[in-house]
């Protein structure tokens, strides 16, 4: 099994391909000093699964924009399974979503266009029903970058705390 440290990590996931919504990111969290995952490499194996998977399944805050320059197929199944877990009652990681409602003009699949965007319509609505307070749906991917931050600077305050949680908490002595 692949450990992830007990570092503060926050996965981006979501869409792929050509798309470069991740640099923005990264070149803020690397100023800001904030440890990020980032699953979209040059050279992807299937070896990679595995540690994807590992930080999809254990980041403490998941990103998954969903936007306009795909299909988004896999991303929205992506996204369902991770929402499954959001709704652990022992889990205590964040997710931020943002699923534009649009496609680019650059994606001519009649029947993929249609079925993406029924797909993002009811996956959008699904999450406002849930109503659970680890999940963020923002609008924008500079919202998303906005509330990762503020999630990641919380995440950081609670890290002398945690120890007590009783998610975490080993036994011992209590006085």
């Given at each position: 099994?692949?450990?992830?440290?007990?570092?503060?990590?926050?996965?981006?996931?979501?869409?792929?391909?050509?798309?470069?919504?991740?640099?923005?990111f990264?070149?803020?969290?690397?100023?800001?000093?904030?440890?990020?995952?980032?699953?979209?490499?040059?050279?992807?194996?299937?070896?990679?699964?595995?540690?994807?998977?590992?930080?999809?399944?254990?980041?403490?805050?998941?990103?998954?924009?969903?936007?306009?320059?795909?299909?988004?197929?896999?991303?929205?199944?992506e996204?369902?399974?991770?929402?499954?877990?959001?709704?652990?009652?022992?889990?205590?990681?964040?997710?931020?979503?943002?699923?534009?409602?649009?496609?680019?003009?650059?994606?001519?699949?009649?029947?993929?266009?249609?079925?993406?965007?029924?797909?993002?319509?009811?996956?959008?609505?699904?999450?406002?029903?849930?109503?659970?307070?680890?999940?963020?749906?923002?609008?924008?991917?500079?919202?998303?970058?906005?509330?990762?931050?503020?999630?990641?600077?919380?995440?950081?305050?609670?890290?002398?705390?945690?120890?007590?949680?009783?998610?975490n908490?080993?036994?011992?002595?209590?006085?």
């Amino acid at each position: 099994m692949i450990e992830i440290d007990n570092e503060i990590t926050i996965g981006l996931f979501g869409t792929c391909g050509n798309s470069n919504w991740r640099d923005k990111f990264i070149k803020e969290y690397d100023k800001l000093n904030i440890n990020y995952y980032n699953p979209q490499v040059e050279n992807w194996n299937p070896k990679l699964a595995v540690v994807e998977a590992e930080h999809l399944a254990k980041d403490q805050i998941i990103l998954f924009p969903i936007t306009y320059e795909t299909y988004g197929t896999g991303s929205l199944s992506e996204l369902g399974f991770s929402i499954l877990n959001a709704i652990k009652l022992d889990n205590k990681r964040n997710f931020v979503v943002m699923i534009d409602d649009y496609l680019d003009d650059s994606l001519q699949n009649k029947e993929l266009i249609s079925e993406s965007l029924r797909s993002r319509k009811l996956v959008k609505q699904h999450l406002l029903k849930l109503n659970l307070s680890n999940i963020y749906l923002v609008n924008t991917l500079d919202e998303m970058l906005q509330v990762s931050i503020i999630l990641y600077n919380i995440e950081k305050l609670k890290l002398p705390i945690n120890k007590y949680n009783l998610t975490n908490y080993k036994g011992g002595d209590t006085k």
